[in-house]
């Protein structure tokens, strides 16, 4: 049974430009979170997805993200007109759907955003 | 809301040594807690969790952590490292009070241990 899959796992962008990052959760997930690394800090929940539906954004910045799992291929997160301080790690996380949402998650490798 | 604090943002020890990684919560409901390690340029992989039941919980690669509710801590032990362990080490913890939660984890700062020869 494959991992979760993130590509592309390093990406780099010039400020102005847009990032999409995708994430393939383990087969049979159907709940998919994703948090960002910044450097020198823990991660940091952004938004929680289940199939079709964003679940709970809490997390994400107001402006210029935007996260989607559509019914099918990989949930995709979309960061547009990128600023240096988007320069991170974003993980993706997956979790069984055993009573709404599981206890644990399993984490892809991440994706490297450096922005120019 | 809820804080996680790992005490110590690095700690160097030699191999064979015991270790221990602390970590304090703060939370107004009650929590399930976790330990993840990390590798350079990887994804974290989960060491160990507590759900519920005995608050002394084993994880894997020898590693094992004890909920203390009192202290509102979750430190991890290991009696014998080695150099392979070396790696950041991320406590964590979600909600399980049901509610709008969904699992999100909160995570400390991270403590990186290195293992030297």
């Known amino acids: 049974n494959a991992g979760v899959m993130q590509n592309p796992r390093h990406l780099v962008r010039r400020r102005g430009q847009e990032a999409r990052l995708r994430c393939s959760p383990m087969k049979g997930h159907s709940h998919v979170y994703w948090y960002r690394q910044l450097p020198e800090e823990g991660l940091k929940f952004m938004v929680y997805?289940?199939?079709?539906?964003?679940?709970?954004e809490s997390g994400m910045p107001k402006e210029r993200f935007s996260a989607e799992f559509p019914k099918e291929g990989p949930s995709i997160l979309r960061i547009q007109q990128v600023v240096r301080g988007d320069s991170a790690a974003y993980f993706c996380a997956s979790s069984p759907p055993t009573g709404g949402w599981s206890y644990e998650q399993y984490f892809g490798p991440g994706t490297r955003l450096t922005v120019t | 809301a809820q804080s996680v604090t790992q005490l110590d943002s690095q700690v160097p020890v030699f191999e064979e040594a015991p270790v221990e990684l602390r970590c304090n919560y703060s939370s107004s409901v009650s929590v399930y807690l976790f330990w993840y390690v990390q590798y350079p340029n990887q994804g974290l992989q989960l060491l160990l969790k507590y759900l519920s039941g005995s608050t002394l919980v084993k994880g894997i690669n020898g590693f094992e952590a004890e909920f203390n509710k009192s202290q509102t801590s979750f430190h991890l032990r290991k009696p014998s490292v080695h150099i392979s362990d070396t790696a950041e080490y991320f406590c964590a913890v979600s909600d399980n009070a049901g509610g709008t939660s969904y699992g999100k984890l909160t995570f400390g700062q991270g403590t990186i241990l290195t293992v030297h020869p």
């Open positions: 997805l289940q199939k079709e539906n964003i679940i709970d």
